[in-house]
């Protein structure tokens, strides 16, 4: 199975772009992916009720089409020792998105960004160690990004994932 993966801010295919048809057997094939990316193409066959051959290509073919970006490991932050995360919101000097977040990209603990519509330009969401290494990292790395104007942080006290997938 290949693990190419398409990274960064500069990603072709982005949120609003036109997507690639999936038909019922691919959304089977994403859930199970997504619930556990380990799985072997065999398993994944059985569960999905079509030939090894057959899995087997359109896994390929999703990741081909960049659908499939990647195989990762799910961290629970807290067990690896980032028991600390706040959602981040910055307003950017107009047209500057590209370089914020290439420096964002650079910023150590910044585990997600998004640009978004609205009262704020990006959302980025942060997991430290502890509140003294988020300060840090929103005072001394964010703020001082060229073209950050401004920054409103909010502290995660609980969360999870949603029970449900998408593509089931």
Sequence with gaps: MSQEAAEGPDRPGGTGRSAVALDEVDR???????????????ALAERVHVSRTN????????VRDGVVTGFAARVAPEAA???TSAYIALTIRQNTWREVSAELARV??????ALLSGEHDVLALVRAPDNATLRDV?????????????????????????VRSPWA
Excluded: N
């Design 28 to 42: 089977r094939i994403l859930d199970e992916l997504t619930r556990d990316g380990r799985i072997s193409i065999r």
């Design 55 to 62: 899995a087997y290509a359109r896994v390929e073919r999703l």
């Design 81 to 83: 020792g980032l028991g």
């Design 108 to 113: 150590r603990y910044v585990e997600h960004v």
């Design 138 to 162: 929103v005072l001394d790395r964010v703020q001082r990004i060229s073209g950050v104007l401004a920054t409103r942080s909010w502290l995660v006290f609980e969360e999870y994932d949603g």
